[in-house]
């Protein structure tokens, strides 16, 4: 059963936003995992960061029924030597974003870094250009990490209740930011999910195990691309 993307959207971010009631415990897992890769010295494997918000963290699901995770096992099943770290807190807006991403990629070497924020900056109404400013600035400081990083960028909408102009220049962010960047695009990380309510928790935003495995197809169909 469908509900309509105005519906959709209406509410997405709302639920983002709103897990943000505890991101300082979040964050400490996440950074309790980034210490726990890092100290794996003599694993061979490569790492892939997982950079955003509540959707990449897995709300309201088990770390391996999120996304990330899902790639994990699929890099497994391939035999790819690939760590995936999930480096997702709920609530973070590119702004907090920027101001956390050094410390995560400083931990250890990085050789893929998915970039998944934006949506919180649309519900608050943040500018666009100040988005944009911050997007580029993230790629900027792990490329100055990390000089060979691959970087695939997530894109996201916002509610059209914004302002249809707003929406116009959300949407335009992401295609040319990853043009200008020079890094690839996801174009809608919620492809085939968003505004489908059996493949989202009852909050109807974030997605169910079963949606989490659809997203994880998208974000394959683009990371294998760059994958070695």
């Given at each position: 059963?469908?509900?309509?993307?105005?519906?959709?959207?209406?509410?997405?971010?709302?639920?983002?936003?709103?897990?943000?009631?505890?991101?300082k415990?979040?964050?400490?897992?996440?950074?309790?995992?980034?210490?726990?890769?890092?100290?794996?010295?003599?694993?061979?494997?490569?790492?892939?960061?997982?950079?955003?918000?509540?959707?990449t963290?897995?709300?309201?699901?088990?770390?391996?029924?999120?996304?990330?995770?899902?790639?994990?096992?699929r890099?497994?099943?391939?035999?790819?030597?690939?760590?995936?770290?999930?480096?997702g807190?709920?609530?973070?807006?590119?702004?907090?974003?920027?101001?956390?991403?050094?410390?995560?990629?400083?931990?250890?070497?990085?050789?893929?870094?998915?970039?998944?924020?934006?949506?919180?900056?649309?519900?608050?109404?943040i500018?666009p250009?100040e988005?944009?400013?911050?997007?580029?600035?993230?790629?900027?400081?792990?490329?100055?990490?990390?000089?060979?990083?691959?970087?695939?960028?997530?894109?996201?909408?916002v509610?059209?209740?914004m302002?249809?102009?707003?929406?116009?220049?959300?949407q335009?962010?992401?295609?040319?930011?990853?043009?200008?960047?020079n890094?690839n695009?996801?174009?809608?990380?919620?492809?085939?999910?968003?505004?489908?309510?059996?493949?989202?928790?009852?909050?109807?935003?974030?997605?169910?195990?079963?949606g989490?495995?659809?997203?994880?197809?998208?974000v394959?169909?683009?990371?294998?691309e760059?994958?070695?």
């Open positions: 059963m469908k509900i309509t993307l105005n519906y959709l959207f209406a509410i997405l971010f709302v639920f983002i936003s709103a897990c943000n009631s505890s991101p415990e979040k964050e400490k897992t996440v950074e309790k995992e980034v210490k726990e890769k890092a100290i794996e010295k003599e694993d061979p494997k490569s790492n892939i960061i997982f950079f955003g918000n509540s959707l963290a897995g709300y309201g699901v088990e770390a391996e029924e999120a996304f990330p995770g899902l790639i994990q096992k890099l497994d099943s391939l035999s790819y030597d690939y760590n995936v770290i999930n480096a807190v709920s609530g973070e807006t590119t702004a907090s974003g920027l101001s956390r991403v050094e410390w995560v990629v400083k931990r250890q070497p990085v050789e893929i870094f998915v970039l998944e924020l934006g949506g919180n900056d649309g519900l608050r109404g500018k250009e988005t944009n400013k911050n997007l580029r600035a993230i790629i900027d400081k792990v490329r100055e990490i990390h000089p060979d990083v691959k970087i695939l960028l997530a894109g996201m909408m509610p059209p209740n302002g249809q102009t707003y929406a116009s220049e959300f335009k962010l992401y295609p040319k930011i990853a043009a200008e960047k890094v695009l996801i174009p809608f990380l919620l492809k085939d999910v968003g505004g489908e309510e059996d493949l989202n928790l009852p909050d109807g935003i974030h997605p169910t195990p079963e989490h495995k659809i997203v994880a197809e998208t394959w169909k683009h990371l294998k760059i994958i070695k």
